[in-house]
């Protein structure tokens, strides 16, 4: 049976990737979404090099999820340019949540950004894993209609002439800053997942991709 004692909303980094989990989650449930994270990025970097070779480096990624069970739903992976903003790149991808109606996910990510603000281990992990500054993922999960996992993955790619530390809370006045967002949607068909689960776990173990749980206040 499901442990349903930490059903709270959450969040957590891996590597240079946001998790954010709206409330409702058991702690098996976000625990499967970290393997399945962590297993994706360490299969597509064998592959392809993510500085270089973003669109192949995503299409495996994606595949990766896709062979753990997580199904690809609604479009296609799609690619969003953000040209010339302004402000921070964490109250852009607020403000689109918001406008999409997502008030559940948007409180989740508000506090996941200040808990990671304030996490200077987290921190470092998130901004150092990155292939190259201002590479990182913003996984937003929650349930669909059907109670199904329902996960985004938002890969993000920002490029300036300089590039600050701490990149996502740094407020962008240049009109030289440019965001690349792809992303795609995927739903966990469970049934495929518990017959990949011995290998998932198997494989996890030989994955050196750091976590950490960011503390929500």
Do not use: C
């Amino acid at each position: 049976m499901e442990e349903l004692d930490n059903q709270e909303p959450g969040a957590a980094i891996v590597g240079n990737g946001l998790i954010t989990y709206v409330a409702g989650l058991s702690r098996e449930e976000k625990r499967d979404v970290r393997y399945s994270l962590r297993l994706a990025h360490w299969a597509a970097d064998r592959k392809y090099d993510y500085a270089t070779e973003l669109d192949d480096w995503f299409l495996y990624f994606a595949a990766t999820l896709k062979f753990l069970g997580w199904v690809p739903s609604g479009d296609a992976i799609t690619e969003i340019h953000h040209p010339n903003f302004y402000g921070t790149v964490a109250q852009v991808y607020l403000t689109s949540l918001i406008a999409g109606g997502n008030a559940a996910q948007a409180n989740v990510t508000r506090a996941a950004f200040d808990a990671l603000s304030a996490d200077k281990s987290a921190s470092k992990v998130f901004y150092s894993t990155s292939s190259q500054a201002g590479d990182f993922q913003i996984l937003p999960v929650e349930r669909d209609s059907q109670r199904r996992l329902k996960m985004t993955v938002n890969n993000f790619r920002l490029r300036s002439r300089s590039m600050p530390e701490e990149f996502l809370f740094f407020k962008w006045t240049e009109q030289t800053t440019k965001l690349l967002q792809h992303y795609g949607r995927f739903l966990l068909d469970r049934s495929v997942f518990e017959q990949n689960r011995a290998f998932l776990e198997r494989r996890i173990k030989e994955i050196a991709i750091s976590e950490f749980e960011l503390n929500l206040q």
